[in-house]
T-cell receptor, first 115, second 110 residues
């Protein structure tokens, strides 16, 4: 069974540019989560989808971040315009519909560097 | 006060020893507790989950939960150099939002 995949693995952009990160959850997992780890800090929750619906986006830092999950399959996280403080590793995770948020499976992450 | 607190370490133990990793959390309503292992540059990997007070053992790993003290720990017996990683404590308060600690770096010396 394929795990959670993320693309790209690395992205280097300049301040003010736009970047879109993609996450493909484990097939059949209704729950999809985005997290971010800024260097030296803990992994921070950004938001949670159940299928195509946003259940909790309380961790989204500001309106420069937009997450979508059209059709309830893969998800994208767009940062527009990117700022220096957006640099970090963005992780996606998924869990089955019945797990109630337990036991999330993480993707390899996308390392974003904003110059 | 951080929601989930861990000693950042590094914690250094000799090969074959017991490594003890500790975590405290602030939300008394927390229901699910997890330990993830993260190797440098890799994604977090779930190694233990615990939901009720007491001990839960899985191979060389034992998770301990004390909800009254808001404390969860991970014991690694017979530590191996391959156990060297950052161990993340994570807490779920009943919804879908999981709160992570900053992690404890563990070094197992051969």
């Amino acid at each position: 069974e394929a795990g959670v995949t993320q693309f790209p693995s690395h992205s280097v952009i300049e301040k003010g540019q736009t970047v879109t990160l993609r996450c493909d959850p484990i097939s059949g997992h209704d729950n999809l989560y985005w997290y971010r780890r800024v260097m030296g800090k803990e992994i921070k929750f950004l938001l949670h989808f159940v299928k195509e619906s946003k259940q909790d986006e309380s961790g989204m830092p500001n309106n420069r971040f937009l997450a979508e999950r059209t059709g309830g399959t893969y998800s994208t996280l767009k940062v527009q315009p990117a700022e220096l403080e957006d640099s970090g590793v963005y992780f996606c995770a998924s869990s089955p519909g019945t797990s109630g948020g337990r036991e999330q499976f993480f993707g390899p992450g996308t390392r974003l560097t904003v110059l | 006060q951080k929601e989930v607190e861990q000693n950042s370490g590094p914690l250094s133990v000799p090969e074959g020893a017991i490594a003890s990793l500790n975590c405290t959390y602030s939300d008394r309503g927390s229901q699910s507790f997890f330990w993830y292992r993260q190797y440098s540059g890799k994604s977090p990997e779930l190694i233990m989950s615990i939901y009720s007070n007491g001990d839960k053992e899985d191979g060389r790993f034992t998770a301990q939960l004390n909800k009254a003290s808001q404390y969860v720990s991970l014991l690694i017996r017979d530590s191996q150099p391959s156990d060297s990683a950052t161990y993340l404590c994570a807490v779920n308060t009943g919804g879908f939002k999981t709160i992570f600690g900053a992690g404890t770096r563990l070094f197992v010396k051969a």
